[in-house]
């Protein structure tokens, strides 16, 4: 199979884990087969890896969330980066062309496009080869997945199948409802629109070259920032005639609000946390090392990281992104392709940082206009190279580096360290790269 998953947004609904950096696909909440935990990136790739070992599996996404996607399924799983945001058509030619003309995927073969944020079991994975396998058919241009509702819902558009079998063509679409008109809609039959469908290769880069102007995956890469806003659903969907339907009964949840998340956790405590015996459906997410007590409190969540603390009613959750986007702060924690870091403690002329670097990983060869730093390793050991010197270090040893100096840290085993940055203006952009001889 090739598969193209959708990783966008910023998740601000599952603040304070996710932030402009951190969306919420990447969060570590769910048990693994292994007893750690996993993300929903991570749980994604798993299930369909269990499915096809051999799927070509794509990721489409922004430039911001490249390094998470190397950190969580590490560096051979493609990526189609979208230089910037142009929601979901132009991010899915994109992707298909990329296919093409990188992967060199033929034209011949379906494709697969589905979110990469649902909670869905193995069930959902084999409806997707069913997917596929109807739009290699050819009976019609485009196969949707039909998830069938579980209740009136305002979040999603609606499809309306011709019949009732299990495949069949598509009488009409309709837009994002009020909850009445939903219920009418799904007394009439109707399907959420939950944005997987399939397609033979060469039926979308047809449909692209027909609607913007380009030669190939370079070209298109190029001027993808003018082209027009518009998704999927808009610009192909509901205006191909030859569609058709396939029904999915199975468990499928859109986890985009705090309220739905802790519906899917296994466990209503992850990380420090108690509550006592008269607390009755309270979740506590705590990424923090300091303990989270709750006491007597009822269907509430309370979330804790470096960017900030939530304590909320889990139905009011829904309705905090006004609120969050009302702050103003620095990204406290980031996930990079060589491992992450945490920003400790902020002052006037000095920040200082947990870094964390995975096995066998590196920074880049990279120096500093405006500020000094100092390393401390904390744990593991590897080699520093500072201006073309390198030496061994290990758990205790101190690094420092003055303005100027060109720097990296290799990970012989995990490492971690603590760096702190001094100087009159530190800011992310101070920073040149080099290449290492």
């Known amino acids: 199979m090739n598969i193209v998953l959708l990783s966008g947004g910023s998740g601000k609904r ?73 929601d979901t058509f132009p991010a899915i030619v994109l992707a298909i062309t990329y296919l093409a003309d990188i992967q060199k995927v033929s ?48 979040k999603y558009g609606y499809i309306l199948p011709e019949d009732k079998k299990c495949i069949s063509a598509v009488s009409c679409f309709k837009e994002k409802p009020d909850i009445q008109t939903a219920k009418r809609y799904i007394a009439q039959g109707a399907l959420w629109n939950g944005g997987v469908f399939a397609f033979k290769l060469e039926y979308l880069l047809k449909k692209a070259h ?84 709750a006491m007597g409190l009822h269907d509430v969540v309370i979330s804790a990281s470096s960017d900030g603390i939530l304590v909320s009613d889990k139905e009011q959750s829904s309705y905090i992104k006004p609120y969050v986007d009302k702050i103003d702060q620095q990204i406290m924690f980031a996930e990079k392709s060589w491992g992450s870091f945490h920003v400790l403690d902020v002052e006037h002329e000095s920040l200082t940082v947990k870094v964390t670097l995975n096995k066998g990983h590196s920074m880049n060869y990279h120096s500093h206009k405006n500020r000094d730093e100092v390393w401390t390793v904390i744990l593991g050991s590897g080699r520093t190279i500072v201006d073309g010197m390198e030496q061994q270090v290990h758990a205790g040893d101190v690094i420092t580096m003055q303005a100027g100096c060109r720097h990296t840290i290799i990970a012989e085993t995990e490492l971690k360290l603590i760096e702190v940055q001094l100087g009159r203006e530190i800011s992310v952009y101070d920073k040149q790269k080099f290449a290492l001889e």
């Open 14 to 86: 599952l603040w304070p884990l996710s932030n402009d950096v951190r969306s919420k696909q990447f969060i570590k909440i769910f048990k693994g087969e292994n007893g750690e935990y996993e993300s929903m990136v991570q749980r994604m790739y798993r299930q369909i890896r269990a499915l096809d070992r051999e799927a070509k599996i794509t990721v489409a996404t922004s430039k911001a969330q490249v390094s998470a996607i190397h950190n969580q399924l590490g560096e051979k799983v493609g990526i189609s980066v979208e230089p910037c945001r142009r």
């Open 107 to 154: 034209p011949k073969e379906p494709v697969v496009v589905c979110p990469v944020d649902p909670y869905v079991e193995q069930d959902y994975f084999d409806a997707l080869k069913t997917l596929c396998s109807q739009a290699e058919k050819e009976e019609a241009n485009l196969v949707l997945m039909g998830i069938e509702p579980t209740y009136p819902s305002e």
């Open 210 to 293: 027909e609607l913007i102007d380009f030669t190939d995956y370079q070209d298109l890469f190029s001027k993808y920032e003018t082209l027009e806003k518009i998704s999927f659903d808009y610009a192909v969907v509901e205006k191909e005639p030859l569609i058709q339907v396939m029904r999915f009964g199975g468990q499928w949840k859109d986890l985009g609000t705090w309220n739905t998340l802790s519906e899917a956790m296994e466990e209503s405590c992850i990380g420090e946390g108690i509550m006592n015996e008269k607390c009755t459906n309270v979740h506590i997410i705590n990424e923090l090392n300091v303990p989270v007590l």
